[in-house]
């Protein structure tokens, strides 16, 4: 089956630590995306990249940290810069529009919390 | 409808009856609309979109309403289920590689 795979599901960082989250899909899509959800919010975009070697950063990219080395893996290492980042990390992916927009797919989520 | 603070607004719906979940969006440019269920604990799952060239478009048990005049976005469910309790986002876009922009959500609950 096509799909986005986030892993861990859980994953847990002492202070001061650097950690990477994981984010593979196999819908052969060019732009993939990472977005931060605290509770009882909606989606804020941290990291997005339309092509291999490329991305930019989003809404709220103080702090992280990613690298599209090959068009299926858009990992995301939340440094220990970022004060505050216990949340829950969406990865997505979509086809970029030419002409036509397509929705993004997301995975289920790594949800992080500070030890 | 949108969200003020860090709560969630709530829609409590009797199951058969049919829901609306209202969106304002800020963008007079956006032309691309997406509406999206969360179940706890998941990632975001398409439920249907719009392009900015129609008014309605309709799928299973769901419609989705556009009026760019006063920048509003709707979600009609029919006949609601148990299974349609979750968070609904709404998202707009405008032409080109931009990522979209999500609104804050709108919680559906469901009374059996």
């Known amino acids: 089956d096509g799909g986005i795979t986030q892993s861990p599901k859980y994953l847990f960082r002492k202070e001061g630590q650097n950690v990477t989250l994981s984010c593979e899909q196999n819908l052969n899509h060019d732009a993939m995306y990472w977005y931060r959800q605290d509770p009882g919010q909606g989606l804020r975009l941290i990291y997005y990249?339309?092509?291999?070697?490329?991305?930019q950063k989003g809404d709220i990219a103080e702090g992280y940290s990613v690298s599209r080395e090959k068009k299926e893996s858009f990992p995301l290492t939340v440094t220990s810069a970022q004060k505050n980042p216990t949340a829950f990390y969406l990865c997505?992916?979509?086809?970029?529009?030419?002409?036509?927009?397509?929705?993004?797919?997301f995975g289920d989520g790594t949800r992080l919390s500070i030890l | 409808g949108e969200s003020v603070g860090l709560h969630l607004p709530t829609l409590s719906v009797q199951e058969g009856d049919n829901s609306i979940i209202n969106c304002a969006y800020s963008?007079?440019?956006?032309?691309?609309f997406i509406w999206y269920k969360q179940e706890s604990g998941k990632g975001p799952q398409f439920i249907i979109d719009i392009r900015s060239n129609m008014d309605k478009r309709q799928g299973q048990r769901v419609t989705v309403l556009l009026n760019k005049t006063v920048k509003h976005l709707s979600l009609q469910i029919a006949a609601t289920q148990p299974g349609d309790s979750a968070v609904y986002f709404c998202a707009e876009k405008n032409s080109g590689n931009t990522p979209l922009v999500f609104g804050k959500g709108t919680r559906l609950s469901v009374i059996a």
């Open positions: 997505a992916s979509t086809i970029p529009g030419r002409g036509m927009d397509q929705p993004q797919h």
């Open positions: 963008n007079s440019a956006s032309d691309y």
């Open positions: 990249s339309q092509i291999v070697n490329d991305f």
